[in-house]
């Protein structure tokens, strides 16, 4: 594909295998198809590697992270349960907001929580909001732990972000939804991979090996489940979609 920005004559064209299409540089069509180049370009570069929050390290996309605490704030979940700590950024991120709420605390897990990360949240301000679990997110014996700490009746928000892959992901789902409240999310992130195969650092098999075609493939099997962007509590704008590294990514239980 060839894209060709003029800002004299305030077009965007694209040129697909032959196929040309001339659109107002200032379009609501325009602005999607630069977002999503944007986005593949910045992941290339690790432009979300460049984010932290409360002194810790988030690689998330800040427009990911605005739209989630809308979520939050609408749910007013008891727990909020990720998988995949790494820096612990997003823990501290989502304990920030049950603080100000009020109400809510957040359970990281992850196969492997390096001792300089652990000792880093556990020294935060806000680690009596976050209980950590070491372990494979889908063995048996950890979702235990997981499912004992959120404790019954709760209303759960879930976010995936450890193993990307399309089979550990499939795993983590069947794990983990039925901890889902009614209303509630569970949140397959970065589907963005299917589109970065092409990309440097990308991976061929990511057109098929990637959280979205997961989470596809798990609402065909399970009706309770829909994938829904949440709707966005405020605009003034004709756009409709994310900017986003989480395509696909967000099934509601109905």
Not at 19 to 43: C, N, P, Q
Not at 102 to 107: A, Q, S, W
Not at 131 to 136: A, F, R, S, W
Not at 138 to 146: A, D, G, I, L
Request: aromatic content about 10%.
């Amino acid at each position: 594909m060839k894209l060709t920005i003029d800002t004299d004559r305030r077009t965007l064209t694209q040129d697909e295998s032959g196929t040309v299409t001339v659109m107002d540089l200032y379009s609501k069509s325009a602005f999607e198809l630069i977002s999503r180049h944007w986005v593949r370009v910045g992941w290339s570069l690790k432009y979300p590697y460049t984010f932290s929050w409360m002194g810790r390290p988030i690689i998330q996309l800040p427009e990911d992270m605005v739209r989630t605490q809308e979520v939050v704030y609408r749910l007013k979940p008891d727990v909020i349960i990720e998988a995949g700590v790494a820096h612990g950024g997003s823990l501290i991120y989502y304990a920030s907001l049950c603080k100000v709420l009020g109400k809510g605390r957040v359970i990281g897990v992850d196969i492997e929580i390096r001792s300089h990360n652990r000792r880093a949240i556990e020294a935060h301000e806000l680690a009596s909001f976050i209980t950590l679990i070491e372990g494979d997110s889908t063995s048996q014996e950890v979702v235990k732990r997981v499912k004992a700490y959120a404790g019954e009746g709760a209303t759960a928000l879930v976010l995936l972000d450890s193993n990307h892959s399309k089979e550990h992901v499939l795993k983590e789902l069947e794990a983990y939804h039925e901890l889902v409240s009614p209303g509630s999310y569970i949140v397959a992130t970065d589907g963005l991979m299917r589109d970065l195969h092409d990309v440097p650092r990308g991976s061929a098999d990511w057109t098929w090996n990637n959280p979205a075609a997961a989470a596809q493939e798990f609402v065909r099997s399970h009706p309770e489940f829909v994938i829904e962007q949440p709707a966005w509590p405020f605009s003034e704008s004709e756009l409709t979609e994310n900017v986003t590294h989480w395509p696909a990514a967000w099934l509601r239980r109905i």
